[in-house]
């Protein structure tokens, strides 16, 4: 009998890779027997796309803010780290957000979820939207349900319920905050199957969206008290506190960091590990956890890895602005503005921060944060950090009038950082899942780029991942 401590091994060290490696740990621990775990990460810091800055009193997020409420993943893995008190929510005095519309901001009407109207009143009150327009989405009543399942395109599914006016208006600015995506290049089945499932159901995206809206009680019950009724929630030293607790509880765990992942090949029984040093490690099993072109690269031997590179990843950056709070000429009593293509500004979007978040900022401060580039409108990298200020501040001054100096400003480039699942993407994936495990057991590969880009989403992922490895090695 082999005395040998199974090794395994999590490539990545962002949320999903960091989630893997707990879930794995606890798993093992449960059933008593020894292992070994390493972690290793490419960059100098774990978190991945996580990244908090504390500066002069204000808790910025460069990367992901806040997550879903109602989506157990995180909230689960909060509790299980006993960071369920750092929780925070959305301030109640900031519910508002507003649309552009030919250069000027309007109210999102009440009753849109995901951009889907769930009150007929308001939404025929809207400025955002022609009398055609709101006729064509109320046709969604109506309208049959298409009878072919397979995937398609979000816009051209939007576009198909509710018109080109709500879909290019509402829906698609609204979305691109998650995807920065082409509606028309998006999946449907890999992005919001439920909205598939509600016209199957329902035959109408409209009413199936009402009939499935729970009150916001019911939905983050689960949530400590404290931040029950907050759809959004984040915590409250910013979603590094996350990162940490996850990097202390891996605390007998093999954590590497600085150590980029060159390739990764079966070996026998084995997976046998190559870093871009040249040195080379066996491990029993091996999770990786990276954006999917990395991964591509690391399995470059297996031909079908090259699937992978047929999910296109868009580079966004955000300008973040602090002032003085005399300095601003509007209410802070909204969490933002969403900017439509069809504007021709340089921002997709702008979060009051401050007004959203009531942590980030001390108090007479005001925090703001612009985002740039979706797809389609990929030229700004070629452009400075003063350009991109430059740029985010010509638009809040005719958006907003805000002419202030900022007291101070901070810009990143998240380059290559948002996963676009391709329509037929979940059985391209299927595939490929199918090919890695006939020829290489000891690997497995997930993360954003497959089942979600969400923090709970990822979460899930690198939970499932971790079940699985320990069923494969130990089996
Ligand atoms: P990553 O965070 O990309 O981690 C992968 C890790 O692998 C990285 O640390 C990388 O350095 C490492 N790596 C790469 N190559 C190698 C190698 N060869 N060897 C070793 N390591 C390697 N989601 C939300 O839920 N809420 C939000 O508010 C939100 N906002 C977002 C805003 C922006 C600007 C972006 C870009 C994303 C946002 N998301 C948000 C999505 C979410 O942040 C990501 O989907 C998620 O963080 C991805 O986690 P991951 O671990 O899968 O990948």
Same mark, same amino acid.
């Given at each position: 009998?082999?005395?040998?401590?199974?090794?395994?091994?999590?490539?990545?060290?962002?949320?999903?890779?960091?989630?893997?490696?707990?879930?794995?740990?606890?798993?093992?621990?449960?059933?008593?027997?020894?292992?070994?775990?390493?972690?290793?990460?490419?960059?100098?810091?774990?978190?991945?796309?996580?990244?908090?800055?504390?500066?002069?009193?204000?808790?910025?997020?460069?990367?992901?803010?806040?997550?879903?409420?109602?989506?157990?993943?995180?909230?689960?893995?909060?509790?299980?780290?006993?960071?369920?008190?750092?929780?925070?929510?959305?301030?109640?005095?900031?519910?508002?957000?507003?649309?552009?519309?030919?250069?000027?901001?309007?109210?999102?009407?009440?009753?849109?979820?995901?951009?889907?109207?769930?009150?007929?009143?308001?939404?025929?009150?809207?400025?955002?939207?022609?009398?055609?327009?709101?006729?064509?989405?109320?046709?969604?009543?109506?309208?049959?349900?298409?009878?072919?399942?397979?995937?398609?395109?979000?816009?051209?599914?939007?576009?198909?319920?509710?018109?080109?006016?709500?879909?290019?208006?509402?829906?698609?600015?609204?979305?691109?905050?998650?995807?920065?995506?082409?509606?028309?290049?998006?999946?449907?089945?890999?992005?919001?199957?439920?909205?598939?499932?509600?016209?199957?159901?329902?035959?109408?995206?409209?009413?199936?969206?009402?009939?499935?809206?729970?009150?916001?009680?019911?939905?983050?019950?689960?949530?400590?008290?404290?931040?029950?009724?907050?759809?959004?929630?984040?915590?409250?030293?910013?979603?590094?506190?996350?990162?940490?607790?996850?990097?202390?509880?891996?605390?007998?765990?093999?954590?590497?960091?600085?150590?980029?992942?060159?390739?990764?090949?079966?070996?026998?029984?084995?997976?046998?590990?190559?870093?871009?040093?040249?040195?080379?490690?066996?491990?029993? +099993?091996?999770?990786? /956890?990276?954006?999917?072109?990395?991964? &591509? #690269?690391? %399995?470059?031997?297996? !031909?079908?890895?090259?699937? =992978?590179?047929?999910?296109?990843?868009?580079?966004?950056?955000?300008?973040?602005?602090?002032?003085?709070?005399?300095?601003?000429?509007?209410?802070?009593?909204?969490?933002?503005?969403?900017?439509?293509?069809?504007? +021709?500004?340089?921002? /997709?979007?702008?979060?009051?921060?401050? &007004? #959203?978040? %009531?942590?980030?900022? !001390?108090?007479?401060?005001? =925090?703001?944060?612009?985002?740039?580039?979706?797809?389609?409108?990929?030229?700004?990298?070629?452009?400075?950090?003063?350009?991109?200020?430059?740029?985010?501040?010509?638009?809040?001054?005719?958006?907003?009038?805000?002419?202030?100096?900022?007291?101070?400003?901070?810009?990143?480039?998240?380059?290559?950082?948002?996963?676009?699942?391709?329509?037929?993407? =979940?059985?391209?994936?299927?595939?490929?899942?199918?090919?890695?495990?006939?020829?290489?057991?000891?690997?497995?590969?997930?993360?954003?780029?497959?089942?979600?880009?969400?923090?709970?989403?990822?979460?899930?992922?690198?939970?499932?991942?971790?079940?699985?490895?320990?069923?494969?090695?130990?089996?």
């Amino acid at each position: 009998m082999s005395t040998r401590i199974p090794h395994y091994m999590i490539v990545g060290g962002g949320i999903t890779g960091l989630s893997a490696a707990f879930y794995l740990k606890k798993r093992l621990e449960s059933e008593g027997a020894p292992f070994r775990i390493s972690v290793v990460e490419k960059s100098p810091s774990f978190g991945g796309k996580i990244h908090t800055l504390e500066k002069e009193g204000f808790v910025i997020e460069k990367g992901p803010d806040s997550f879903l409420a109602r989506k157990r993943p995180i909230i689960d893995l909060a509790y299980d780290l006993g960071l369920e008190h750092e929780l925070t929510g959305t301030n109640p005095k900031a519910k508002k957000t507003f649309i552009v519309r030919q250069g000027k901001l309007h109210p999102m009407p009440p009753g849109l979820v995901l951009g889907i109207p769930t009150q007929m009143t308001p939404f025929m009150k809207t400025g955002l939207i022609s009398p055609l327009g709101k006729l064509r989405a109320a046709l969604d009543l109506v309208l049959p349900k298409r009878e072919v399942t397979n995937d398609e395109s979000l816009g051209h599914f939007l576009e198909r319920r509710l018109g080109k006016e709500v879909l290019e208006r509402i829906v698609e600015p609204l979305l691109a905050g998650i995807y920065a995506g082409d509606t028309f290049k998006l999946s449907l089945k890999s992005t919001f199957p439920q909205f598939r499932t509600m016209e199957q159901k329902h035959r109408s995206l409209i009413l199936g969206m009402m009939a499935s809206r729970k009150n916001v009680a019911e939905e983050t019950a689960h949530l400590p008290s404290a931040v029950r009724n907050s759809v959004f929630v984040t915590f409250k030293k910013g979603l590094q506190t996350l990162v940490s607790g996850l990097v202390a509880a891996l605390d007998s765990t093999d954590l590497r960091t600085g150590v980029g992942v060159a390739s990764v090949r079966q070996s026998g029984q084995q997976a046998e590990v190559v870093f871009e040093d040249g040195r080379s490690e066996m491990v029993d +099993g091996v999770i990786l /956890t990276s954006p999917v072109h990395q991964a &591509a #690269k690391m %399995l470059a031997h297996f !031909p079908a890895a090259s699937e =992978l590179n047929k999910i296109d990843y868009i580079s966004v950056a955000n300008v973040i602005m602090a002032f003085d709070r005399k300095d601003i000429p509007f209410e802070l009593d909204a969490s933002g503005f969403l900017v439509p293509r069809s504007e +021709g500004s340089t921002i /997709t979007a702008c979060t009051l921060t401050s &007004a #959203k978040w %009531l942590h980030t900022a !001390p108090d007479g401060k005001v =925090l703001l944060r612009c985002y740039i580039g979706r797809s389609g409108e990929q030229e700004w990298p070629a452009l400075s950090d003063a350009q991109l200020i430059s740029k985010a501040r010509h638009d809040l001054r005719s958006l907003l009038g805000l002419t202030a100096e900022p007291l101070f400003t901070e810009v990143t480039r998240l380059m290559h950082s948002m996963p676009q699942y391709p329509v037929g993407h =979940l059985e391209q994936i299927a595939r490929f899942r199918e090919e890695l495990e006939a020829a290489m057991p000891q690997v497995l590969v997930t993360g954003a780029g497959f089942h979600g880009v969400g923090l709970p989403d990822c979460i899930r992922q690198g939970k499932e991942a971790a079940w699985q490895l320990a069923d494969r090695v130990s089996a």
